[in-house]
């Protein structure tokens, strides 16, 4: 009887721990809406992607603001529809509505660009009005607006995670610093090689490898020591990190973020995606210790290792279809 409780309780554990995988991985492109202003005119570029759950939104602007163009089309080459306005602006500086409508919403990144500077804001789905910040240049808004996105970016960017999850089975605990350390690194030169073109890859070969990666590490959790193909992970965390950073810059370039902004959005983002890879470690030990520490780790990894790997196959053929 004892056999069979622990059987159904490793079985509850392993379904829970894998429930936000199960969901779509892809992350969610958001919303931007860069504001220019010189003088009283302010030309204002709004851009959404075609995502049915992240395309429901509006953006109304002050009605003392009086419209000299406007301009749509749709990008199929980014799949966004892009607004153009340009407007002359009074004194009196009325708000911004954010209209928006569907379950499943992003942050909409706002840029304002004036003779004061740049400032960026990262907004959630529950603001509904906006004010401009013209006469001020908040780096500190700009900076905790990043980490924010980019804590969010790591926690539902569930392939990075379930590959975070398997080197925590395939490495002693004395070198798990080491190889998330390496990890972090490897993603973080890539990351920035990426944001400023000096290299650059096409993002849907990038994320169908960074599923083949994570389908790799699955298959070494089967075999036992002997028997896998290498003895140095933190050389491997090290290098597939490399790759993963290309999946994270590609969120930067989808936002637009503005030139003279984008080493502090860089770093900003970063220290987020940083934080949120320190959580979900931190919750994936705490958990094994609380309710495996007398349960042999080599059994949980083969057994973790059919869910990660199957549905990292599946993304893997998902994104190897998308290509072409």
């Known amino acids: ?12 554990f392993t379904f829970f721990l894998l429930i936000p995988f199960i969901g779509i991985c892809h992350e969610t492109i958001s919303s931007s809406l860069e ?21 429901d939104i509006q953006i109304k602007f002050p009605d003392n603001w009086s419209e000299i163009s406007s301009s749509s ?50 907004l959630k789905p529950d603001v509904t009005e906006w ?10 808004s700009t900076f905790s607006s990043f980490t924010f996105l980019g804590i969010e970016h790591i926690l539902i960017g569930f392939d990075h995670l379930l590959f975070v999850l398997a080197l925590l089975f395939l490495i002693k605990r004395k070198k798990l610093i080491w190889a998330i350390s390496a ?65 994270f810059a590609s969120v930067l370039s989808e936002l637009g973020v503005p030139g003279n902004n984008i ?10 995606v940083e934080i949120g890879q320190l959580v979900f470690v931190t919750v994936i030990l705490s958990s094994l210790y609380l309710f495996f520490r007398h349960k042999s780790i080599a059994l949980i990894s ?20 998308d290509i072409f």
């Not at 302010?42 to 395309?55: A, E, Q, V």
């Not at 080493?263 to 987020?272: C, P, S, Y």
Request: charged share 15%.
């Open 1 to 12: 009887m004892k056999v069979i409780q622990n059987k159904i309780f490793q079985f509850v």
């Open 35 to 55: 504001l220019r202003k010189e003088n009283e005119i302010i030309h204002c570029f709004f851009k959404t992607p075609l995502n049915t759950n992240n395309s």
């Open 73 to 122: 089309n749709l990008n199929e080459k980014e799949k966004t529809y892009d607004y153009q306005h340009v407007f002359r602006i009074s004194d009196e500086i009325l708000p911004i509505k954010i209209i928006r409508s569907g379950e499943h919403q992003s942050p909409l990144i706002i840029s304002v660009i004036s003779s004061f500077g740049t400032q960026t804001d990262v």
């Open 131 to 140: 004010i401009l910040p013209f006469g001020s240049n908040d780096s500190m």
């Open 183 to 247: 990890f972090t690194v490897a993603h973080s030169i890539t990351l920035t090689a990426s944001t400023f073109s000096l290299i650059e890859l096409p993002i849907a070969v990038v994320e169908a490898l960074i599923a083949f990666s994570v389908v790799l590490l699955a298959v070494e959790m089967i075999k036992t020591k002997d028997k896998q193909i290498t003895k140095n992970y933190i050389q491997m965390a090290f290098l597939f990190g490399l790759l993963h950073g290309f999946g």
């Open 263 to 272: 080493t502090l959005a860089l770093l900003a983002f970063n220290v987020g």
């Open 302 to 321: 083969k057994k973790l290792s059919y869910p990660i790997g199957g549905l990292a196959a599946f993304w893997f053929i998902e994104r190897v279809i």
